[in-house]
């Protein structure tokens, strides 16, 4: 998920159809530049070296995005075929995370059997809940004023940080109850990738498989 | 509520998800020899290591746009939406106005140009 927007213009983007290490490019339609999905950023052409800046999103069910967003609007185009319910996103697939220079990838499966991983990238403390029944992901920024957080789960779906006791909900990040409640958790933006395609662009990337 | 697949479920699943592959390559290879080819990537890459790099490293498919990008995304309520409980979206919020992407959509489609908050976003799978 990315901002179109770059230096003062918001651009288009199509489908490139090649593959640049493995993974999609996408062209943009005002200089036909060619980006590169897993790292958001033109390879050739006018804007060779722009980057787009990545947006937080989610992986969640159906069932668990409507109880959350009552209002939301849904992609329509193209609903009338048959459905596909899936389990697992995909196999070998990771979720990725880059920030600054340092890059972590964390593998689904191990991340959906764990329910909590923590880990730090570069200097940043990441918390990465994935959960066991729908897959849903979310990552967050695990560090509240100045204080990095340890999690574990607390019952009935929500997580208690070892730090204060507070309780928390892993679906939106925030404090429900204890000392630090009303606070939020940064969201953190990740990439789903298949696990090579992930290495060939971030080769210093720590890999977290259990 | 929530309907599980057991294991044969998951292979009628997983056999749709190849034969459905299979069928989308089928005709996306043969939209592409029907579209005009594409150019090669343009060469802005004076320094002949950094070109040799490039060309290695990239894989000309398919003629752009042969999976179509969605350009003018429509949408409807929540409310409304087809879809079954436990079908995977991806979801996005910006400045209180949430959008969810089936990944069935995406699947088929892979890009979706979209405002969203008033912040132009592109939705890649």
Known sequence: MHDRQFDGQTLVFGNQGALYKTAMTWFDHTTGSIWSQPIGRALVGELRGAALR????????????HARHPDALVLSNGLSGPRLVLATPRENWVIGLA???????????????????????????????VDAATGTVRAYLRRVANRALDFEPAGEGSLRDRETGSIWSPDNGLALSGPLTGQALSPVPWTSSFDWAWRDFYPQSTFIEG | MRRRLGIAGSLAVGTA????????LVWALRSSAEAPAVARPPADLPDPHERMMFDSAYDQRLSRDAIPPIYTPQFVAAAEAPLQPDELVIGLVIDDEARAYPVTTLNRREMVNDVVGGTPVLVTW
């Open chain 1, 99 to 129: 920030l600054g220079a340092a890059a972590a990838a964390v593998d689904f499966s191990h991340a959906r059997a764990a329910g909590l991983v923590h880990l730090t990238v570069g200097d940043e403390p990441v918390l990465v809940w």
């Open chain 1, 54 to 65: 990545q947006i937080p999103s989610t992986l969640d069910t159906w069932a668990g995005f």
């Open chain 2, 17 to 24: 998800l190849v034969v459905l592959g299979a069928l989308a």
